[in-house]
């Protein structure tokens, strides 16, 4: 599967800058208000030890990370919904994104004017939350006149919708998201997968998993500082994951040896990149875990799967054809193939083993599959 993330935040609140570090795409960045006025996708490599660590062993012609596709968007204003700005023109390219990352500026600076007389990332986050879910409230009322067109022919059947969108709207109209909603709204449990269904065909931005990174000034590393302690408090209260990055470092960073980036980034305290963070953190809201595949000692590969999913989900990720034809999966832990020095010694001791198409693919498996063609 393909992880996909939507960047998103108020002008001026590093999301391009971010954008930049994560995927070296050198996109626009100045110090005026909507400087992206075009989504940006981004390809970035997700590192990982122990692909590295498996690669080393092998030692084949290619090596292929997992990968996170990033999507920016020009900042949102207050009134977006209203059309104010241009923000909410491009909040469509991220309604079928895998989360939402809600970049939150706390760090001073006087020659980066900020949207309002005052700097709070809190006040900014209301913002973006009342923007987010009055933009839901539009899909959802545009969904509510599809349906009242359907109802003409079939009103039974668009009974039950009806009654859920329209609740769903009052919802929305009132500044809650929509990952609220089901909590809020009483229905019998039969109907509670019906209700996510739906939910979930609506694409809606509030009821995405999302991250709040706290984007500091360097000066404010490791801790992040007053504001960033702030909001890192409210999400904490909110039930929300967040994390501190200086987006502007992060950027310079990329450009510097790896050797010198990583020597400065520990005098800072900081023990990884910025990206290595995120993707960790992203894989966490997400609950996604990692396998790995060798194939034929030419290609290793680094692969994204939810946590949970079979042998039979993961052959569907490498290839079609392979789920199809699926007969068994030969599996080793990543530590015990390192341990062992190749998979011939993994089998002898034992610690090779087939699968069937029901094994739960664990983190950091390393997985050959065997199918009929």
Not at 145 to 174: D, F, I, Q, Y
Request: glycine letters at 8%; charged letters at 25%.
């Amino acid at each position: 599967m393909s992880l996909q993330i939507g960047i998103v935040g108020l002008p001026n609140a590093g999301k391009s800058t971010l954008f930049n570090a994560l995927t070296r795409a050198n996109v626009a960045v100045a110090k005026y208000p909507f400087t992206t006025i075009e989504p940006h996708v981004g390809v970035a490599e997700v590192p990982d030890p122990r692909l590295t660590a498996v690669a080393g062993l092998i030692q084949p012609r290619k090596v292929v990370p997992a990968a996170v596709e990033f999507v920016d968007i020009a900042g949102l204003v207050r009134g977006a919904h209203r059309g104010e700005g241009l923000g909410n023109q491009f909040l469509a390219h991220i309604r079928q994104v895998d989360a939402i990352a809600l970049v939150l500026r706390c760090f001073e600076d006087p020659d980066v004017p900020h949207v309002s007389d005052t700097l709070d990332p809190l006040d900014d986050l209301a913002v973006l939350d009342l923007e987010l879910s009055l933009a839901d409230l539009g899909s959802v009322e545009r969904r509510i006149e599809r349906t009242r067109g359907a109802a003409k022919a079939h009103p039974k059947e668009a009974e039950w919708e009806l009654g859920v969108l329209s609740a769903l709207s009052e919802h929305l109209g009132r500044g809650q998201p929509a990952r609220t909603f089901e909590a809020v709204w009483p229905h019998p449990a039969a109907q509670a997968e019906a209700l996510r269904t739906l939910l979930a065909d609506l694409f809606l931005l509030t009821n995405k998993p999302r991250l709040l990174v706290a984007n500091v000034g360097e000066g404010d590393l490791p801790e992040g500082g007053a504001l960033a302690a702030r909001l890192l408090a409210a999400a904490e209260h909110q039930g929300d994951r967040a994390m501190i990055l200086c987006a502007e470092c992060e950027a310079a960073l990329v450009e510097w040896e790896p050797e010198e980036a990583q020597a400065y980034r520990a005098d800072m305290g900081l023990e990884e990149p910025g990206l290595n963070r995120l993707a960790q953190a992203s894989y966490r809201l997400l609950d996604l875990i990692t396998f790995f595949t060798v194939t034929g000692g030419e290609v290793v590969r680094a692969w994204t799967l939810r946590r949970g999913q079979t042998a039979w989900h993961a052959a569907g990720q490498v290839h079609t054809d392979m789920q199809r034809g699926f007969i068994r999966a030969d599996v080793v832990r990543c530590a015990d193939l390192l341990s062992s020095g190749s998979m011939a010694a993994a089998r002898e001791q034992g610690r090779l083993r087939s699968e069937g198409r029901e094994y739960v693919v664990q983190d950091g498996d390393v997985i050959h599959l065997h199918f009929a063609a």
